[in-house]
């Protein structure tokens, strides 16, 4: 198994970056995520700013939209809608932007701070407060990872969420899966 596990039925929240690492439903990093997440119920989501992200327009890769098809085909990724009207999980996000600008020092200015991964934190937040599961959200960036486990600690779902590296937790299924 992975270095970080997930738990059985948990919920997982999915990054651009990591759909894309992950390849299409060929390769192995998509197969053995696709295994691991069916043997352990564990739904995945992705919020519309990845699915944009992916190409979710007709203009957009073609490739990108089959890979998301595919898995929705499967049944183990859904859209996710976040609850922008929640003043609680609109906080997350604004946080969680603030709290990446102040990770980055002069690295970015806050125009910069990709919208995705602070809406990551939100619909973390928003799902680790609906129900009783465990919530993870799966990431490749370091700022943003480290920016979303301490907004959602401070918002007192830290116990009930997880921030892992996507890129990694990909490797080790893939790696796990040949021992």
Known sequence: MPAEELPSDSLAIVDTSIIY???GPSNEKYQAFEQYVTRRNISVRIPDHVAEELGE???AYHYQRDRLRSAQDAGWLERADVD???SDVSDAIDRTRERIYNLSADDVTEDEIETTDAVLAGLAYQYATEQTG???VLVSDTLAEQAIAD???AMGVGEET???EGRIFLDDLLD???D
Request: no cysteine; aromatic share 10%.
């Open 162 to 164: 997880s921030v892992i």
């Open 84 to 86: 922008f009207t929640d």
């Open 151 to 153: 907004v959602l600690a």
């Open 57 to 59: 327009s007709p203009d």
């Open 134 to 136: 465990h919530v993870a």
């Open 21 to 23: 690492a992950m390849g």
């Open 176 to 178: 796990t899966q040949f």
